[in-house]
């Protein structure tokens, strides 16, 4: 009798955008050992304050849509926001993501444990919980009312690069993300006064567009970022470009969905700028002499107040108009975008299919995945009392 032989399950390895291949693109090999590894990070810093700024901008919009509490915006932190804080700070800690200290009091009660906060008058409003009501404050208003579904899971495949039957370990890989989308009807009908609409019109096709808007129904998809705007010239910009256009690839696979013309990214971080992004920003001024500074996005009283800061903590307050400006992002979405960046998305996945296969043959992690050694990534990475390339081998410190 013959025997059939029983086939291998077909698996196609699947790649997040945010927690595979950004990750990977901050440093391949604290992406290895963070994700693939057994050992969660102990302060994942940047994945608490990302996930906690996501879920709470969620948690306020189901609310804002359902609880006539939670439509009269701004909405009190002590009364309203706070309850928003502890219901995603609990289900993040449930799934094992914490807060470092200092930047949110977890405490319900009074007489709690003093943990990172400067007294037992719990709450106390730190720093996520400040960017959380800031956040609520600027953009809510506008932004909730255009949203026509949230928190949209988008899926799809695409072929392995460079695949070889020999080689590979499958012949597609799967891709995933989460978005809010916008509606251009509801855009296009919005109040002049909406901050959204007007930020889409100082856009070079942003007339065009919302003129297209009243007639042709397409998406506007939205991303937010628990962190600084990147600089222009930095890898990351690109990178959460390539995010955007990859999203909105997905997002037009998936059925009775419309063109996505818009994408938009909020970095909200610069709605409350710590006193290091204030540095950071500082550097980048004085780094432009002679250059154009449109792109930081700064009005010209605080590009000035920026050069002449001596760097003390609490004498520089940029403007409203210059902090909201910097919070937002617009990218203009069309075909020839999108299959740059989705050429970007295999060239990431790609090598990391080739490190993973490396290992696998036997290679040893350090000699397989490429570090990418960056200070803003380096003095919190949990692995560089090990790592070859740090130079500072002192525990993770922690930052705002
Ligand atoms: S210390 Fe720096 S180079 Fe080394 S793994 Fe961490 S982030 Fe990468
Ligand atoms: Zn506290």
New binding site residues.
Partial sequence: MEMKIKKRPYIIPEYSITGDILSYH?????YR?QNKGELPPARPVQLWFGQFIHGSLEEAYLRWKKNPNYRVLPLDWASRIRDIEMTVYKRLAAGGVRPPPNIFCPYDEPNEKLGGCPDENHPHKLIASKRVERTLEVWAPHLFPLISEAEVKLKGTRPMPNYSESISRSRHYGITGIVDVLASVKVASAGPDNLILKKIREEKFGEELLQEAAQNEFDIIIDYKGMARPKPSDAEWNHHYDQVMTYAWLREKQLESNRVRVAIIFYLNELVPSESDLKKLQRLVLSQQGNSTDDLKLNSQDLASLKAWNGATHSLQLSPESMINRSIRIIQVNKQNIDQSLRSMDGAVSEIENSVIDEMRGKKILETWK????DE??TI????TF????S?KRPPRITE
């Fill in positions: 901050s440093c391949g090999l604290q050992l570090m990418l050694p960056r990534t380096c990475c949990d692995f560089k790592c070859p390339k740090s500072d």
